[in-house]
C-alpha cells in the first residue's frame, strides 16, 4: 500500500473519530453516589442486552508484605456467593467456618512456637481441620451464584486480577438488568470467602504446575524479582508459595476492608440501558453501603538502576530471551509512545521484530513486545520475548535485538511506518467502539487511570502529534543498558554470557 493511500486512510479516519466519539459522549450518563462509587453507563439500544463491568482499583501491588498471593485469590472467590446465596444452611455453615478459623488459629499457635512445637499436637490438629473442612463444604450449594446468572441468560461471567486492577464482568439481557444490581451489591457487601483454603490449595497448585510447564511464566518471575528492587512489582501475581500456602480468610477479611470500598469502584453498563433507571437501582442496591475511607496510597518507589542487570534460569525446555527496559508510568506523557513503539516493532505483518530476527535474519522463531509490564499503574517495563530459532544462540539473539534498539535510535521512524501503525490504532478504537463488552472494560479503566473515560478516545489525538523525532528521542531514553535486565532460560549445559560482556549468574 502506498504512503499516499496510507495518509488518505488516516485522514479519513480522523474525520470519523471526532463524529463517533461527540455520539459516544452524548449516550454516556456518569453518576457518582454519595458513599463515592462511580458509575459510568453508556445508552445503546441495538439489541437487549446489557455488559456490566466491576472495577476496584487494587491488584497484586497492593498485597500486604508476606501476603502475596491475596489479591489473587479473591479471582478465584469472587463468585462463591453471599450469606443467601451459596449455602444450605447459613447458620451450621458459619459456625462451621468459625470452628475451621479456631483451628486455624490453634495450629498456627502451636507452630509458632518453634523447636518447642509438639508435632503430636500438630498432627491432631491437622485431623480436625480436614474434618471441619469436610462439614463446611457439605453445607455449600456450589455454583449457585453463577446458576442464578446464567438461568437468567447471563453469559460471559469473569473475574480478572491484574497488578494494579480487580474486575468482574457478565452480560445479562436488559430485562434481567435489576437482577445485576442485586447480585453484585450482596457479592461486594456480604462476602464469605466461601471454601477459601479449597480455593487457596487449587491457586498454589495451579501457579506450580505454570511455573512447571510454562518456561516464559518462569522467566517472567525472575525477571521481574531481578529487574525490581523495592517496588512490589517485583512480585508475582499468584504470589511467592510460601506466602500463597499461609495465606488466612482473616488476612482476605481485612484486604476486604481496606480497599473493597465504594470510593475505590468504578461500575459500567453498556447497551440496553435506561440511564435513569439505572441510577436508580444504583441509589437502591449500593447506596446503602457506607462510605469508607479510601485505601493508603501505595508509597514504595523503585530506586534508579544503577546498571544493566541479568539473571539465568535453567531448565530443560526451549531456550528463551526476555528482556526488560524500566520505563515510566502510563500516567507519563510519552505513554502513547510506548504504545506506538510497541505496534511499530511487534504488531502485524510489518512488525519490525518479525521482519528483522525471523523472516530477514532468521536468529528467532518468534519475537514479541509487550508495552507495559506487569502494570501500568507504576513505573514498568518494555518487554521483548525472543525464541531463538534452531541452531541459533541466545547471545545472537540478543544482538540482534540490540542492533535492531539501536537502529532505531540512531534513526526517526520513517513517515510511511509511522502512517500505517498510526491508521492501524485508530481502526482499533473503531472496532472497539462497536464491541460493548470492550467499552463496558475500558471506559472504566481509563476512569480510574486518568480520571476521565473520555482518554481512551481522546488519546489518539496524542498519537496523531506523535512524530518519529519523538519516538526516537523516547527509545534513546528507555532502551540504554542503564535501565536494562535480560533474563535468559537455557539448560545447565549452555552458560550465558550477554553479547556485551555481562556475565549471568550462574
Given at each position: 500500500?502506498?504512503?499516499?493511500?496510507?495518509?488518505?486512510?488516516?485522514?479519513?479516519?480522523?474525520?470519523?473519530?471526532?463524529?463517533?466519539?461527540?455520539?459516544?459522549?452524548?449516550?454516556?450518563?456518569?453518576?457518582?453516589?454519595?458513599?463515592?462509587?462511580?458509575?459510568?453507563?453508556?445508552?445503546?439500544?441495538?439489541?437487549?442486552?446489557i455488559a456490566f463491568h466491576t472495577l476496584i482499583v487494587?491488584?497484586?501491588?497492593?498485597?500486604?508484605?508476606?501476603?502475596?498471593?491475596?489479591?489473587?485469590?479473591?479471582?478465584?472467590?469472587?463468585?462463591?456467593g453471599t450469606e443467601t446465596i451459596g449455602t444450605t444452611n447459613w447458620a451450621a455453615e458459619k459456625k462451621s467456618l468459625d470452628d475451621l478459623e479456631a483451628i486455624y488459629d490453634r495450629m498456627a499457635a502451636e507452630r509458632n512456637k518453634g523447636f518447642r512445637a509438639n508435632p503430636g499436637q500438630i498432627a491432631s490438629l491437622e485431623i480436625d481441620l480436614r474434618?471441619?473442612?469436610?462439614?463446611?463444604?457439605?453445607?455449600?450449594?456450589?455454583?449457585?451464584?453463577?446458576?442464578?446468572?446464567?438461568?437468567?441468560?447471563?453469559?460471559?461471567l469473569s473475574c480478572h486480577v491484574t497488578a494494579d486492577t480487580s474486575e468482574t464482568s457478565y452480560n445479562l439481557p436488559s430485562n434481567r438488568a435489576e437482577l445485576w444490581f442485586l447480585m453484585e451489591s450482596q457479592r461486594l457487601t456480604h462476602p464469605v470467602f466461601r471454601d477459601f483454603y479449597g480455593e487457596r490449595t487449587a491457586s498454589v497448585a495451579e501457579e506450580q504446575n505454570n511455573l512447571g510447564t510454562r518456561p516464559v511464566a518462569l522467566l517472567q518471575q525472575a525477571l521481574l524479582?531481578?529487574?525490581?528492587?523495592?517496588?512490589?512489582?517485583?512480585?508475582?501475581?499468584?504470589?511467592?508459595?510460601?506466602?500463597?500456602?499461609?495465606?488466612?480468610?482473616a488476612d482476605a477479611k481485612a484486604f476486604f476492608e481496606t480497599y473493597y470500598v465504594p470510593g475505590n469502584m468504578v461500575m459500567a453498563l453498556v447497551g440496553d440501558v435506561d440511564p435513569s433507571e439505572a441510577h436508580r437501582l444504583a441509589e437502591k442496591y449500593f447506596g446503602a453501603i457506607p462510605a469508607k475511607a479510601l485505601p493508603p496510597s501505595l508509597h514504595t518507589e523503585e530506586p534508579a538502576q544503577m546498571g544493566p542487570k541479568s539473571v539465568t534460569v535453567w531448565g530443560n525446555g526451549q531456550p528463551l530471551?526476555?528482556?526488560?527496559?524500566?520505563?515510566?508510568?502510563?500516567?507519563?506523557?510519552?505513554?502513547?509512545?510506548?504504545?506506538?513503539?510497541?505496534?511499530?516493532?511487534?504488531?502485524?505483518?510489518?512488525?519490525?521484530?518479525?521482519?528483522?530476527?525471523?523472516?530477514?535474519?532468521?536468529?528467532?522463531?518468534?519475537?514479541n513486545a509487550i508495552a507495559t509490564f506487569p502494570g501500568g499503574r507504576y513505573n514498568n517495563l518494555f518487554v521483548f520475548q525472543v525464541?531463538?530459532?534452531?541452531?541459533?544462540?541466545?547471545?545472537?539473539?540478543?544482538?540482534?535485538?540490540?542492533?535492531?534498539?539501536?537502529?532505531?535510535?540512531?534513526?526517526?521512524?520513517?513517515?510511511?511506518?509511522?502512517?500505517?501503525?498510526?491508521?492501524?490504532?485508530?481502526?482499533?478504537?473503531?472496532?472497539?467502539?462497536?464491541?460493548?463488552?470492550?467499552?463496558?472494560?475500558?471506559?472504566?479503566?481509563?476512569?480510574?487511570?486518568?480520571?476521565?473515560?473520555?482518554?481512551?478516545?481522546?488519546?489518539?489525538?496524542?498519537?496523531d502529534r506523535l512524530t518519529g523525532e519523538i519516538l526516537q528521542n523516547v527509545a534513546a531514553q528507555c532502551f540504554v543498558p542503564a535501565n536494562r535486565t535480560v533474563a535468559y532460560y537455557t539448560d545447565a549445559a549452555h552458560p550465558v554470557s550477554s553479547p556485551s560482556g555481562e556475565k549471568g549468574p550462574q
Open positions: 500500500m502506498t504512503g499516499r493511500r496510507l495518509c488518505t486512510l488516516l485522514f479519513l479516519g480522523a474525520l470519523l473519530l471526532p463524529a463517533q466519539l461527540r455520539d459516544v459522549e452524548k449516550k454516556v450518563t456518569e453518576f457518582t453516589l454519595a458513599n463515592g462509587m462511580h458509575f459510568i453507563v453508556l445508552e445503546r439500544h441495538q439489541a437487549p442486552v487494587v491488584g497484586s501491588a497492593q498485597d500486604p508484605g508476606g501476603q502475596t498471593g491475596l489479591a489473587h485469590l479473591f479471582e478465584r472467590l469472587a463468585f462463591k474434618r471441619a473442612i469436610e462439614v463446611a463444604q457439605s453445607l455449600e450449594d456450589r455454583g449457585e451464584f453463577e446458576r442464578v446468572i446464567q438461568q437468567n441468560g447471563g453469559v460471559g524479582a531481578t529487574a525490581f528492587a523495592a517496588h512490589p512489582y517485583r512480585n508475582p501475581l499468584h504470589g511467592w508459595l510460601s506466602d500463597a500456602v499461609n495465606l488466612r480468610q530471551l526476555v528482556v526488560g527496559y524500566k520505563r515510566p508510568s502510563q500516567s507519563n506523557p510519552a505513554d502513547m509512545a510506548f504504545d506506538l513503539l510497541r505496534a511499530i516493532l511487534s504488531q502485524g505483518p510489518t512488525a519490525w521484530l518479525t521482519k528483522d530476527l525471523v523472516e530477514e535474519k532468521r536468529i528467532a522463531q518468534t519475537a525464541v531463538p530459532a534452531p541452531n541459533h544462540t541466545l547471545p545472537e539473539s540478543q544482538k540482534a535485538l540490540d542492533d535492531l534498539l539501536a537502529r532505531l535510535i540512531a534513526k526517526p521512524v520513517d513517515a510511511e511506518t509511522l502512517a500505517r501503525v498510526k491508521n492501524m490504532m485508530r481502526g482499533q478504537i473503531v472496532r472497539i467502539m462497536g464491541n460493548n463488552e470492550r467499552l463496558a472494560v475500558l471506559l472504566p479503566e481509563y476512569y480510574a487511570t486518568f480520571g476521565d473515560w473520555r482518554k481512551l478516545f481522546t488519546s489518539l489525538n496524542d498519537v
